[in-house]
T-cell receptor
Framework: GEDVEQSLFLSVREGDSSVINCTYT??????LYWYKQEPGAGLQLLTY?????DMKQDQRLTVLLNKKDKHLSLRIADTQTGDSAIYFC???????????FGIGTKLQVIP | IAGITQAPTSQILAAGRRMTLRCTQD?????MYWYRQDLGLGLRLIHY???????GKGEVPDGYSVSRANTDDFPLTLASAVPSQTSVYFC??????????????FGPGTRLTVL
């Protein structure tokens, strides 16, 4: 079955880069996602990557996918206090309308 | 455009009472979902609906029921609430179809406390 794992907590200083890591178990995964949850709010999609890609960049966000190791990472450049949130890794499989979420990584940005 | 709305925002409920959490989307998405979020457990899927008129069980369906009479509404009912159902409940919708990226749009959540 599908399983998505993430570390629980990451603390960085404002202006540094943040790297949030995720591993998944299902090699059939087609799309991999990063969602952001701010306090008291629902999840919001940040970005996603198709499984035949290695990297995707969108402004301060860089997603790296290592299919061999089933490892996904989200790098946030020049981390700001507004980036403090919980970040969820998720996966879905082609043909199935089901998304499996990780437990979420809480990012704390220290001014 | 409101996107996806949930009601109530929060609720305190006595054990044994019946409760319906409401969810409405105005994006005409075919699929809708109910998740619960608990500390240390992340998001867990309760029930889902791929299209109006159909529903399915997720990872933790016991004690919950849903209906999907039309595209926009997807209520979640707790027939007889128990304290273990204390959680934050999120409704979500998506319009992936088969084979596309399943981008899910989340509501703001309902914080439910069962005493």
């Amino acid at each position: 079955g599908e399983d998505v794992e993430q570390s629980l907590f990451l603390s960085v200083r404002e202006g540094d880069s943040s790297v949030i890591n995720c591993t998944y178990t299902d090699s059939s995964s087609t799309y991999l996602y990063w969602y952001k949850q701010e306090p008291g709010a629902g999840l919001q999609l940040l970005t996603y990557i198709f499984s035949n890609m290695d990297m995707k960049q969108d402004q301060r966000l860089t997603v790296l996918l290592n299919k061999k190791d089933k490892h996904l990472s989200l790098r946030i450049a020049d981390t700001q206090t507004g980036d403090s949130a919980i970040y969820f890794c998720a996966e879905s499989i082609w043909g199935y309308q089901k998304v499996t979420f990780g437990i979420g990584t809480k990012l704390q940005v220290i001014p | 455009i409101a996107g996806i709305t949930q009601a109530p925002t929060s609720q305190i409920l006595a054990a044994g009472r019946r409760m319906t959490l409401r969810c409405t989307q105005d994006m005409r998405h075919n699929a809708m979902y109910w998740y619960r979020q608990d500390l240390g457990l992340g998001l867990r899927l309760i029930h889902y609906s791929n299209t109006a008129g159909t529903t399915g069980k997720g990872e933790v369906p016991d004690g919950y029921s849903v209906s999907r009479a039309n595209t926009d509404d997807f209520p979640l009912t707790l027939a007889s609430a128990v304290p273990s159902q204390t959680s934050v409940y999120f409704c979500a919708s998506s319009d992936a179809g088969l084979g596309g990226a399943d981008t899910q749009y989340f509501g703001p959540g309902t914080r439910l406390t069962v005493l």
